[in-house]
């Protein structure tokens, strides 16, 4: 079946430092989805990507959806406290169904 | 948030005995879903409603059935309960399309 690789699986960062992730799979999906996880709550959508090159922005955030249609990268810039929690990606393939990555834990060091 | 309430939050029951989780929401929203979280693995699809009494399997339907008989009640029922259903059960709901999943809070399912 179709699957997400997204890396890295964990970060330790320092508040201040920008952040990048990444979500890549061997399938085209046609649209990229990036969710955000605290404890004991639900994902909350971030951004959405409905086109291949799409560049879009929220606030701090910035996500790509790839050229070749498989992949797509979320930066972070000037990360703050609130920014700990799981990042989740997800694919929409033809069939309208979400393929999730398995998350990157964001962590700031003390 | 999205007008999704999963109820209930949390529940402890024993192998064997039937177990029901209930999706409600307030938006409207064609699509329901089930999803169970497991650590590694990120969000699993279980089934799915598309409209009233129209549902359909996902990645990993075994052992679970569903119900939806309003467009706001969306229901998952374990038959007889096992350890590996041990989880973290997410409801979402959409527009159906390329529009996104919005999540309720989930419930979490421990089964001893």
């Known amino acids: 079946g179709q699957q997400l690789n997204q890396s890295p699986q964990s970060m330790f960062i320092q508040e201040g430092e920008d952040v990048s992730m990444n979500c890549t799979s061997s399938?085209?999906?046609?649209?990229w989805l990036w969710y955000k996880q605290d404890p004991g709550e639900g994902p909350v959508l971030l951004i959405a990507l409905y086109k291949a090159g799409e560049l879009t922005s929220n606030g701090r955030l910035t996500a790509q959806f790839g050229i070749t249609r498989k992949d797509s990268f979320l930066n972070i810039s000037a990360s703050i406290p609130s920014d700990v929690g799981i990042y989740f990606c997800a694919g929409q393939n033809s069939n309208y169904q979400l393929i999730w990555g398995a998350g990157t834990k964001l962590i700031i060091k003390p | 948030d999205a007008g999704i309430t999963q109820s209930p939050r949390h529940k402890v029951t024993e192998t064997g005995t039937p177990v029901t989780l209930r999706c409600h929401q307030t938006e409207n929203h064609r699509y329901m879903y089930w999803y169970r979280q497991d650590p590694g693995h990120g969000l699993r699809l279980i089934h799915y409603?598309?409209?009233?009494?129209?549902?359909d399997k996902g990645e990993v339907s075994d052992g679970y059935s569903v119900s939806r008989s309003k467009t706001e009640d969306f229901l998952l029922t374990l038959e007889s309960a096992t350890s590996s259903q041990t989880s973290v059960y997410f409801c979402?709901?959409?527009?159906?399309?390329?529009?996104?999943?919005?999540f309720g809070d989930g419930t979490r399912l421990s089964i001893l």
């Open positions: 399938s085209i999906f046609n649209t």
């Open positions: 979402a709901i959409s527009d159906g399309g390329n529009q996104p999943q919005h």
């Open positions: 409603s598309y409209g009233v009494k129209d549902t």
